[in-house]
């Protein structure tokens, strides 16, 4: 009977402490450039505790997480393919161009054919959720010297 007790705990509390990520919606705004995110397949988001932080894209969380290297909020990306929020080191991601700016942003994939297939396309190089964070941190080393 106790071990039944216990049992029941340790999976109550498991499924009361699992973090559920929100759907990003086209038309939101962008928790660090403050721009309308435009296309939800390219979207990434935070959360820390009941705190959702939303973004228009995997480049521009990579860009406040370098310009905030404090914060420990768990990150998800959006898989471009299935629309599903999903953890950034379980994807793969493949530079692109954003068409409305001109800025380098990315487009994640679960799926690593997938993403191969993208990154034949747009003759690309695929890249790990490392790359993305360490050219954030390369464009925020950029707004330090003022480049």
Not at 94 to 114: H, I, K, Q
Request: aromatic content about 8%.
């Amino acid at each position: 009977m106790n071990r039944m007790l216990i049992g029941a705990f340790v999976v109550s509390a498991a499924a009361c402490s699992s973090i559920a990520p929100v759907k990003v919606e086209s038309g939101e705004v962008c928790f660090r450039c403050r721009r309308v995110i435009a296309d939800s397949r390219l979207a990434a988001e935070t959360i820390d505790g009941a705190f959702v932080a939303k973004f228009k894209s995997s480049g521009c969380l990579a860009k406040y997480l370098a310009e905030h290297p404090e914060d420990t909020s768990i990150v998800f990306v959006t898989d471009y393919a299935s629309g599903r929020l999903i953890r950034p080191v379980r994807a793969r991601f493949v530079p692109t161009l954003n068409r409305d700016n001109g800025e380098r942003d990315y487009v994640a994939f679960m799926d690593v054919a997938s993403a191969e297939a993208e990154a034949l396309s747009r003759r690309a190089k695929i890249l790990t959720w490392e790359d993305v964070r360490a050219e954030g941190r390369d464009w925020a080393d950029r707004q330090l010297r003022g480049n």
